[in-house]
C-alpha cells in the first residue's frame, strides 16, 4: 500500500512566522504535490514537484515555496504566514515522470494549519 | 474550461441500498477521472481510476462508469454500509495539462 504521511495533523501559528510542512512517501513516486482545501473553493494545486530538486506552480503559488531535496520528501513552506492561508493542506504522490496524468494520485491524511 | 459539478451535493439513503452518485464534465477531451472519498478532517482516499479508454472500473462494492460523449462518470455503491458515509469527490485530468479538475463533492449519509 502507498503510504504518504504528513508530519502534522494539526499546526497553529503566529502571523508573520515561517511555517513547514513536511510530507513523505514510501513508495518512490516521482510526483507529489500541495494542495490546499477550503469549504466552497475545493481542492486547489499549489505547487508539485515531478523529480528531485524539480518544481512546477500550481494555480495559487503566491505565499508558498516548496523544497524537494529527496525523492521521498516534499516540503511546502510558507515564507510569512498570514491569516488567508488557515487551510487545510493536503500532501499527494504519484507514479511516473513519463507521464504525470496517467496515474492516480495517493493523500496524506492532511494538515489543518491554522495562522492567528 | 473544464468544469466538473457533483450533483446531489448530498444524500442520505437507508442502510443496504444500492446507490449512484454522479458526476458531470463540461469538456470531453479528458485523459482520465479518479473517484476520492474522503472522511471528515481527513485525508482523500483514492477509490478508483478510470483511463480515457475504459467504460468502467470495480473495486469490491464499487463501481464506477465512464461516458465520455456525455460528459458523465457514475460511481455505484452496493449494498450501502454505515461505513461508506463519507464525502465522495470525482477528479478529471484533461488532456492539455496535468492538473487534476475537482467537484465539489457528495456528502453522503448511510443510516443505520
Known amino acids: 500500500d502507498v503510504k504518504v504521511t504528513q508530519s502534522s495533523r494539526y499546526l497553529v501559528k503566529r502571523t508573520g512566522e515561517k511555517v513547514f510542512l513536511e510530507c513523505v512517501q514510501d513508495m518512490d513516486h516521482e510526483n507529489m504535490f500541495w494542495y490546499r482545501q477550503d469549504p466552497g473553493l475545493g481542492l486547489r494545486l499549489i505547487y508539485f514537484s515531478y523529480d528531485v530538486k524539480m518544481k512546477e506552480k500550481g494555480d495559487i503559488p503566491e505565499g508558498y515555496s516548496v523544497s524537494r531535496e529527496k525523492k521521498e520528501r516534499f516540503s511546502l513552506i510558507l515564507e510569512s504566514a498570514s491569516t488567508n492561508q488557515t487551510s487545510m493542506y493536503l500532501c499527494?504522490?504519484?507514479?511516473?515522470?513519463?507521464?504525470?496524468?496517467?496515474?492516480?494520485?495517493?493523500f496524506g491524511p492532511g494538515t489543518r494549519l491554522t495562522v492567528t | 474550461k473544464q468544469e466538473v459539478t457533483q450533483i446531489p451535493a448530498a444524500l442520505s439513503v437507508p442502510e443496504g441500498e444500492n446507490l449512484v452518485l454522479n458526476c458531470s464534465f463540461t469538456d470531453s477531451a479528458i485523459y482520465n477521472l479518479q473517484w476520492f472519498r474522503q472522511d471528515p478532517g481527513k485525508g482523500l482516499t483514492s477509490l478508483l481510476l478510470?483511463?480515457?479508454s475504459q467504460r468502467e472500473q470495480t473495486s469490491g462494492r464499487l463501481n464506477a462508469s465512464l461516458d465520455k460523449s456525455s460528459g458523465r462518470s457514475t460511481l455505484y455503491i452496493a449494498a450501502s454500509q454505515p461505513g461508506d458515509s463519507a464525502t465522495y469527490l470525482c477528479a478529471v485530468m484533461p488532456w492539455s495539462n496535468y492538473q487534476l479538475i475537482w467537484g465539489a463533492g457528495t456528502k453522503l449519509i448511510i443510516k443505520p
Open positions: 478510470i483511463q480515457s
Open positions: 499527494a504522490s504519484s507514479l511516473s515522470n513519463s507521464d504525470i496524468r496517467r496515474y492516480e494520485q495517493y
